[in-house]
């Protein structure tokens, strides 16, 4: 009898448990998203591209139809280049990067310039022969085959969607503004209005029920807030004249602050620390908009507070070099924006360096450092500095008793990393960690650009809209680090040719090659980092060799097309124009601009 009645127990709670797994399979999965109509329509855009190439092929750069089907053509990308370029970041630039050659490290090789930019330069300027348009077409074509492959093969799902959906926002407040994929055409302030719509597009066909049914007001807000941006561009479309800060203030910012909702919203995806960018940040000016870990060694990352105490204490000390005479703050003094206010740093026997001293402050936002991009971390950086014997000039594996003398260390080091080293690497990795702090994004700009303030002046407004705009600036100082690390992937740092003078007479170009040393390359004599541009009334003077004094002397050299606008043999320079035309007026609110980045709290790091 109990046999019986535990047989049939058994059989009822598999009953059960078999009605259960089918009621559970048969329910509808809260926020189930379906991604086809999305996926299809970045898939549908990258061929209608393709298809558009071919055109503009048969038309030939100086056909009628030419520049119609460039623009086609680049619609077609923009539409798909979130989803497409998000897949392989490297043939996504490649296709959409500036139209200069590229140096292949592997094999030495020098690949001509490709892509829409330089299809774009050729239509535009007709400096091209049939046979060099055809085959830049030809490879344009190539790399937007890539991309569709890719697309065929990986589904859009919620991390590639949100983390892609990003990207393209950081591209149209840092990019798109400048013009710095169409620096011809000057397409890209109608390129936004394109790039929106398609948001627009895919959000309402896959995102936009689950939010409706979550917060209804923020769909609406999202919505709103789109077709008042392409409204605006659609009344504003002149590429000079456009009033980028405004509308970065005013539309750009309020649907990244939408899009942030939108995502925690919809419960799809949890941001990881594995990109540039904190998914929580409202906009791309907040404080905490950057995820400082993805920039720095992976043995740095989330340093502890001692051990950045530890660090900053270090950073003043002159026990850490050889002679006794050199601390980091020797060269980066705090009160000079962390750099020293010396046209070429002083080495431990007070004789001058080969360059000038850069801030630190924002450095960490870098892949590249020393002007010359020797090193690929901080940590690398440091290291160097101890090792060069007319700095520290000491080797890392040492470690120098002497700052012991001072007790507190002892405690400091134990409490930072569990004991007292036996080399400098502990050293450098503390100074690393506090190096890393040295961030700031609270100057006059970045609370006017986020709605905190409404302090700006006529000129700086101006200065703004002329530094993203006409003078360039924004091209290579890309907002809003301002610095050359290229968004929105920030996997490297530029490097440009400019020709900087060895004086400020301007009369002879500087004999220092910079990144030359690496591969004895003609094509990267007198290439140099692109530095930040924030504090930089606190970092006078300026350039790689400290030959200007002031930033009219800076903006003057730049108005005049660089090393090539003043006459020197500048084969490979990179700057775009010859010469930029600033009024007096122009360049004096560029500058009104440039002195709203200081940042009032650098004092207290």
């Given amino acids: ?14 009953l059960i448990g078999i009605t259960s797994c089918k009621e559970e399979h048969t329910q509808p999965i809260p926020n189930k998203i379906n991604w086809d109509i999305a996926h299809q329509y970045y898939l549908t855009n990258i061929k209608q591209a393709l298809s558009y190439l071919d055109s503009l092929k048969m038309e030939g750069f100086n056909g009628k139809n030419a520049k119609f089907y460039f623009k086609q053509a680049r619609i077609a990308f923009k539409k798909a280049e979130p989803f497409a370029s998000h897949l392989n970041p490297e043939v996504g630039h490649r296709a959409n990067g500036p139209a200069l050659p590229i140096y292949k490290e592997d094999n030495g090789k020098i690949l001509k310039p490709v892509g829409f930019q330089k299809i774009e330069e050729s239509i535009y300027t007709q400096e091209t022969t049939k046979a060099d348009f055809e085959n830049e077409v030809f490879i344009t074509h190539g790399l937007l085959n890539v991309l569709k492959k890719d697309i065929e093969k990986r589904p859009l799902n ?8 990003h990207q393209q926002l950081m591209r149209l407040v840092s990019l798109a503004m400048a013009g710095f994929d169409t620096p011809v055409s000057q397409l890209s302030i109608k390129e936004t209005a394109t790039s ?33 941006a392409v409204k605006y561009i659609n009344n504003n479309t002149d590429f000079i004249t456009f009033d980028r800060f405004t509308f970065t203030r005013d539309y750009l910012n309020e649907i990244t602050r939408n899009w942030v909702e939108i995502r925690k919203v919809s419960d799809l995806w949890e941001p990881t620390d594995w990109y540039p960018f904190n998914f929580n940040a409202p906009t791309f000016f907040e404080n905490n908009a950057f995820n400082t870990n993805y920039f720095v060694d992976v043995n740095d990352k989330n340093p502890t507070k001692k051990q950045v105490e530890l660090g900053k204490k270090l950073f003043f000390d002159k026990k850490i070099s050889k002679t006794q005479t050199l601390a980091c703050a020797s060269c980066h003094l705090p009160e000079k924006g962390y750099a020293d206010g010396l046209a070429l740093g002083k080495d431990n026997t007070g004789n001058n360096l080969e360059r000038n001293t850069p801030t630190l402050i924002n450095s960490v936002y870098q892949k590249n450092f020393f002007w010359d991009g020797r090193a690929s971390t901080i940590t690398g950086q440091i290291g160097m500095v101890f090792t060069n014997k007319k700095e520290f000039n000491t080797e890392v594996h040492q ?20 004991s007292v080293p036996k080399n400098n690497r502990v050293v450098i990795r503390a100074l690393s960690s506090f190096v890393a702090t040295l961030n700031g994004f609270n100057s006059k700009f970045d609370k006017n650009i986020r709605g905190e303030e409404n302090t700006f002046t006529p000129q700086e407004k101006l200065g703004y809209n002329l530094f993203m705009g006409k003078a360039l600036c924004a ?53 140099f980092k692109t530095p930040t541009v924030r504090n930089i009334t606190l970092t006078a003077p300026y350039m790689h060799n400290g030959v200007y004094n002031t930033l009219e002397e800076v903006l003057d050299f730049y108005n005049q097309g660089g090393g090539g606008g003043l006459g020197f043999n500048l084969p490979h320079q990179t700057l775009p124009f010859d010469n930029l035309d600033l009024t007096i007026e122009e360049q004096q609110a560029i500058i009104a601009f440039m002195n709203t980045l200081t940042d009032k709290d650098y004092e207290n790091y």
């Fill in 475 to 527: 091209t290579c100082h890309f907002m809003p680090l301002t610095n050359g690390t290229v968004p929105p992937f920030y996997s490297e740092t530029e490097k440009e040719v400019i020709g900087v003078p060895e004086t400020k007479a301007n009369k002879a170009l500087d004999d220092d090659y910079g990144y030359y040393w690496k591969f004895k390359e003609d094509l990267h004599k007198g290439m």
């Fill in 399 to 418: 470690f120098s008793d002497e700052i012991l003398t001072d007790s507190t260390y002892i405690n400091l080091f134990k409490e930072a990393y569990g």
């Fill in 196 to 228: 929106l719509e398609s948001l627009l597009f895919v959000y309402k066909n896959t995102l936009q029920s689950v939010i409706i049914s979550n917060n209804k007001d923020l769909d609406s807000a999202f919505k709103s807030n789109i077709e008042n």
């Fill in 1 to 14: 009898m109990y046999k019986n009645l535990l047989l049939k127990l058994i059989v009822f709670t598999a």
């Fill in 158 to 165: 919620p991390k590639r969607f949100f983390v892609s959906t």
